[in-house]
């Protein structure tokens, strides 16, 4: 299924994707209303919005959140632990961890899973906010991407 819509060249990017969103989950539920829909953003689209849209549709998200200088001081401690980790092993190293959060904005506390990694081209740390189950106990597996498997040769 596409969505595609004209924008003025300073709209936002998240600007018309909640009533994409519940289109989209409204005709798919009107020939499967059981199937079970994950909704997956980067933080261009990652508003209060799409996580009000998802909560009303029953779907389950995870939305790329910036990582601001809270979320940094929030998993400083960890990216110092994967530093050490790559510094004795030469192997890339990642670690996750979870939190509630709340910014101005949202109405509530939401669960954000943060990603601190080390490698041979430096430190990365990425964040995300997600209402997907399990979070708590497997938080790699809410920020990991999905690949296509890749094909022996």
Known sequence: MVCVSLRHGTAHASLGADEDLELVITKVRQHLPDVD???RADSGVGMPL??????RMNVRYTFGIAVNPRLKAASD??????IRQYAQTGQKRRQFTVAPYRVKGWDRE???VVKAECHVAG???RAVVTNRPGVLIVPQGVVRRLR??????
């Open 148 to 153: 296509p498997a890749r094909r022996k040769r």
């Open 77 to 82: 401690a960890l990216l110092e632990q994967v």
């Open 37 to 39: 829909i994950k909704v």
């Open 110 to 112: 939401r669960t954000v």
């Open 123 to 125: 430190t990365n740390r």
């Open 50 to 55: 799409m996580y009000e849209v998802c909560k």
